[in-house]
């Protein structure tokens, strides 16, 4: 990187860190730091749901699912403009009704304490898990790119984070994450105007979508009724519903953001702005990927995108097998730009059975493609165990550094890096009011005062800003980063929305009964998950991970139910005697 990147870079994180503590300065009372002072309008409410759910992984993961896997990816996101109109409807005029600080406050008033405990407990259990993961995925693919040490780059980013968050709180985590999502969108759009420009020049933004197409890139809708398929529409409409219920609905780093509306209205909007925006957000992200895809079909790419992976390879024993097929992998390369230059004139002379032939061909090469990067993680995994052979997500940093200007460089990782910061912020701030408020206010005997709990709320999200870094510090990479953090809260999701929705809609079920069956739920989900998914290669599991929030939230209302009858029964036979 040029002195102009660094500047651009901490030039634009020091401008949002300084913001936020500045605009939110003399924050005292429990509505200010908690709730945001109650006066959020619509717009900062929707900005700030979409910037807590686009973390750094979005950016960095999404182009690179794109570039390997098309857009299919998309649908994985159907179910959410649906859950923004059932939460607007049920979920935002109960808690404003009941003028709860946190989405648990409502599960005791209708429960009791230790349900409300224990879904405050799941909850920090998984977005704990998930603070780390959003400091880690933007560290280690910097740190492999850039040559800089994992762990500072985990305790910079969690450093820049925690200032700000304690300082001001929710209000403080609202007002930056505006200017995160200008600066995230701003970067993204350039980029994706350079991908068009370095194309060859006969090669317009139609034609590279015919050109995408010819690879099986485009391919949006699968009507499959495949549960195993991680990605389809019945999926997406499905598991994936019953995932942005819970998440929007019932996760505080997100309800947080909407209770500071300053009405019912002003949440609603800023939930519908969310669920119009999303989809062709991610879309956008997803055809930016693409186009990376048609860019590579015409210039030189690595055969594995992860650098430290093909160093560990080239310093082992195996390194003249890797050099081989690096070898295939430039050969192919340059019949992938002949395939693509007969391809490009076919359709110009608009032949049909030449631009057939031209696709078959493409097809074929593609696959030895695919065949030869396999290989080539195969060689790296034996080479070193250690190393992380997926490199999806290091497609999209690697384009950048390789061939965006300089200054542009600057402002790409900034979008990284304040998308990890948006999305870490709003996590943190929600794990300390739900610690501060869920469970030891509500433990504590007496009432300290106002000033004493927002102390509190602050001293907790310092605590939970030390553990996401930490966590950030052991994580291990899976399959890929967007997916690790779907999966972990597909675990946990589901059931915390079941109890929710036994709350809202089954009134005669008591706390005992849903207590008891949310454990159990618990611990079925998470055995479901391990033999069913864990155990099994990527690709081969026998049920989707997204279908683990509607098995969670239906076992724990039938469990619930079950119980219920249960207790209503031996309640009723003692009475008899």
């Known amino acids: 990187m040029e002195a102009l990147d660094w500047i651009v870079l901490s030039g634009t994180l020091l401008f949002i860190v300084a913001y936020g503590v500045w605009k939110t300065r003399g ?75 946190t989405a648990y406050e409502f599960l005791e008033n209708r429960f009791d304490l230790k349900t409300r405990s224990l879904a405050a407990v799941l909850f920090l259990i998984q977005r704990g898990l998930g603070a780390g993961i959003t400091i880690f995925a933007p560290s280690i693919i910097l740190s492999a790119i850039l040559g800089w040490d994992l762990r500072t780059l985990n305790i910079i980013i969690g450093i820049l984070v925690i200032v700000y968050t304690v300082s001001g709180g929710t209000k403080a985590v609202s007002v930056t994450q505006k200017q995160q999502m200008f600066v995230i969108m701003f970067g993204m759009f350039v980029t994706f105007f350079f991908i068009l420009g370095y194309l060859p020049n006969d090669i317009t933004f139609g034609k590279a979508l015919k050109i995408a197409g010819a690879s099986d890139k485009l391919t949006i809708l699968d009507f499959d009724f495949d549960f195993k398929n991680r990605y389809n529409f019945w999926n997406g409409i499905t598991g994936g519903l019953f995932l942005m219920l819970a998440y929007f609905g019932t996760d505080q780093s997100q309800v947080q953001r909407y209770l500071s509306g300053k009405s019912i209205r002003e949440s609603q909007l800023g939930l519908v702005f969310n669920g119009i925006l999303k989809i062709p957000m991610q879309f956008f992200i997803l055809l930016v990927g693409v186009m990376v895809f048609v860019f590579y079909q015409y210039n030189p790419s690595p055969l594995n995108f992860n650098p430290s992976a093909t160093k560990a390879v080239m310093e082992s024993s195996y390194a ?18 002949i395939a693509q230059n007969k391809f490009s004139m076919a359709l110009e002379l608009k032949e049909y059975t030449a631009v057939e032939e031209a696709k078959l061909h493409i097809i074929d090469i593609n696959k030895k493609d695919q ?10 995994e034996q080479a070193d165990n250690a190393a992380e052979t997926n490199d999806k997500d290091y497609v999209f940093i690697h384009f950048i550094l390789t061939n965006l200007p300089r200054g542009l460089i600057g402002l790409l990782l900034a979008v990284i890096l304040s998308a990890a910061m948006s999305s870490t912020a709003s996590e943190l701030n929600a794990l300390g009011t739900i610690t501060a408020l869920d469970l030891y206010q509500r433990n504590k005997k007496g009432n300290l005062g106002e000033k004493h709990y927002v102390s509190a709320s602050k001293a907790f999200t310092l605590l939970w800003g030390i553990i996401a870094i930490l966590v950030a510090c052991v994580a291990n990479l899976f399959d890929n980063l967007i997916q690790l953090v779907n999966i972990i809260g597909s675990i946990f999701y589901g059931n915390v929305l079941g109890i929710f929705l036994l709350a ?52 724990v209302i039938l469990l619930a139910l079950i119980f219920e009858g249960f207790e209503r029964l031996l309640g009723n036979q003692a009475l008899n005697e």
């Open 27 to 101: 924050t005292q009372s429990v509505e200010e730091y908690v709730g945001g002072g109650k006066d959020a309008k619509w717009w900062t409410i929707g900005l700030s749901v979409m910037a807590t759910q686009a973390s750094a992984i979005t950016f960095l993961s999404t182009p690179g699912q794109a570039f390997h896997d098309g857009m299919g990816f998309v649908q994985f996101y159907f179910g959410l403009p649906l859950a923004m109109i059932i939460i607007c409807i049920v979920f935002i005029p109960i808690y404003h009704k009941l003028k709860v600080y």
């Open 320 to 337: 003249e097998d890797y050099k081989m097929l690096e070898e295939g992998h430039r050969e192919l390369e340059v019949q992938k730009k």
């Open 371 to 380: 065949a030869n990067r396999a290989a080539a993680k195969a060689i790296i």
């Open 504 to 555: 809202f809609f089954v009134k005669f079920v008591k706390g005992n009964a849903v207590f008891f069956a949310a454990l159990l739920t618990q611990v079925i989900v998470i055995i479901t998950y391990y033999y069913l998914i864990h155990i099994y290669p990527p690709g081969q599991e026998k049920l989707s991970y997204l279908l683990l929030n509607f098995i969670g939230a239906g076992l």
